[in-house]
C-alpha cells in the first residue's frame, strides 16, 4: 500500500488450498437376503459425512428391501466435499408351501390316519419334528402344528406352518338280545354311538334282526360327522 506521501506499507493473507478431500465406503456384506440387517461404514477426511438415506455418521445400519447402491459425502468445514458409493445385492426370501394328502378341509383328521406333508420352494428342509427331507410322513395323536424352515442356494430361509386338527374316533358299542339262537330264528342286534351305521350284511340301520342258518359274525362300522369311523 502506498499513500500519498510515498510511504508505503506490505501486508500478506496466504490461501491453503485444500487437495485431497476423499471417502471410502464399505459394507460389512456386499450381498444379503430380504430383511437381513448390515452396516455400512464410511472413511477418509475428516469431516461431516451425510448418506443417500438421510443419516449421518462413519457408521450406519440399514435393511434394504432389494438391490441397492447407497451414496456418502463428506463435507469439510469450509466447504470441500467427496462422495463415495457402495451397492449391496439383496436376495429375496424363498415362498415355501405345504401340500398335505389326503386334502381335507380345515386339515381336519381322524386319530390313526397317515398325513403326507410335502414342502417346496427350496434347496434344504428342517421339520419341527427333526425330519430333513422334502416330505414327512406324520401319524399324531392329537392336534399338531408342523413347521418348515426352507433355505434356498443363496441361503436365504422362510418358514411355513401347517396344524393338523385331530379327530377322537367315535365311540360304538355293540349289543345282541340274546347270542344264540334257534334255527330259523330271528337274532337282535344293536349298535349304539352317534354317526351312520354300516353292517357287514348291508344294512344301514343301528339295528338289524337277521335269520342266519349257521354261526354268524356281524359287524358294524359307525361313521362320525368329521368322518371318523370305529
Excluded at 506499507?9 to 471417502?23: F, G
Excluded at 380345515?106 to 414342502?119: K, P, R
Excluded at 436365504?156 to 401347517?162: A, E, G, M, N, V
Amino acid at each position: 500500500l502506498t499513500d500519498q506521501n510515498g510511504c508505503k506499507s506490505v501486508a500478506s493473507q496466504t490461501i491453503n488450498v485444500v487437495k485431497d478431500v476423499v471417502v471410502s465406503a464399505v459394507a460389512s456384506k456386499q450381498e444379503i437376503c430380504e430383511g437381513d440387517v448390515l452396516s455400512l461404514t464410511a472413511s477418509g477426511t475428516v469431516g461431516t459425512y451425510s448418506w443417500s438415506n438421510g443419516t449421518t455418521g462413519n457408521t450406519i445400519a440399514v435393511s434394504p428391501k432389494s438391490s441397492t447402491t447407497y451414496s456418502v459425502t463428506v463435507s469439510t468445514g469450509i466447504g470441500c466435499t467427496a462422495t463415495s458409493d457402495v451397492s449391496i445385492q439383496v436376495n429375496p426370501k424363498p415362498k415355501p408351501i405345504i401340500e398335505i394328502t389326503p386334502s381335507k378341509a380345515g386339515n381336519s383328521y381322524c386319530v390313526g390316519d397317515t398325513i403326507q406333508m410335502l414342502a417346496s420352494g427350496g434347496s434344504t428342509y428342517n421339520w419341527s419334528n427333526g425330519a430333513i427331507s422334502p416330505v414327512i410322513q406324520v401319524k399324531p395323536l392329537v392336534g399338531t402344528k408342523y413347521s418348515v424352515l426352507v433355505a434356498d442356494s443363496k441361503g436365504c430361509t422362510d418358514t411355513i406352518s401347517s396344524f393338523i386338527q385331530i379327530n377322537p374316533l367315535p365311540a360304538l358299542s355293540v349289543k345282541a338280545v340274546a347270542s344264540e339262537i334257534c334255527l330259523g330264528g330271528k337274532a337282535s342286534i344293536s349298535a349304539v354311538g352317534a354317526g351312520s351305521f354300516q353292517w357287514s350284511n348291508g344294512e344301514v340301520s343301528n339295528t338289524i334282526m337277521p335269520h342266519p342258518s349257521f354261526n354268524t359274525t356281524y359287524s358294524v362300522t359307525l361313521t362320525d360327522l368329521n368322518g371318523c369311523k370305529s
